[in-house]
């Protein structure tokens, strides 16, 4: 990455780290969406993209996009775990 950026580059490098980040999609698994890795560099270099150009934008976030609905814990309620104590 060139040391000094116009904005219109900066965009466009964010805009590329976004959809890498789009794609590279950390599952609730702990896994890449993509590459099925759990420490996915593809990821790490996007995240960092970010950091290092200091816009001011963050990523943005895709409800659903980690498929929660593939971690079976029976529901919000499967959760909660009673509590008991000893008498």
């Given at each position: 990455?060139?040391?000094?950026?116009?904005?219109?580059?900066?965009?466009?490098?964010?805009?590329?780290?976004?959809?890498?980040?789009?794609?590279?999609?950390?599952?609730i698994t702990g896994t890449c969406a993509a590459c099925g890795h759990f420490d996915c560099i593809e990821r790490e270099l996007a995240m960092r993209e970010f950091?290092?150009?200091?816009?001011?934008?963050?990523?943005?976030?895709?409800?659903?996009?980690?498929?929660?609905?593939?971690?079976?814990?029976?529901?919000?309620?499967?959760?909660?775990?009673?509590?008991?104590?000893?008498?």
């Open positions: 990455m060139p040391d000094l950026l116009t904005r219109g580059q900066a965009n466009e490098l964010l805009d590329d780290a976004q959809r890498r980040l789009d794609l590279h999609t950390q599952l950091v290092e150009i200091q816009l001011g934008r963050l990523p943005r976030r895709a409800p659903g996009a980690s498929q929660p609905h593939l971690c079976d814990r029976g529901g919000w309620s499967a959760w909660l775990i009673p509590v008991t104590r000893p008498n």
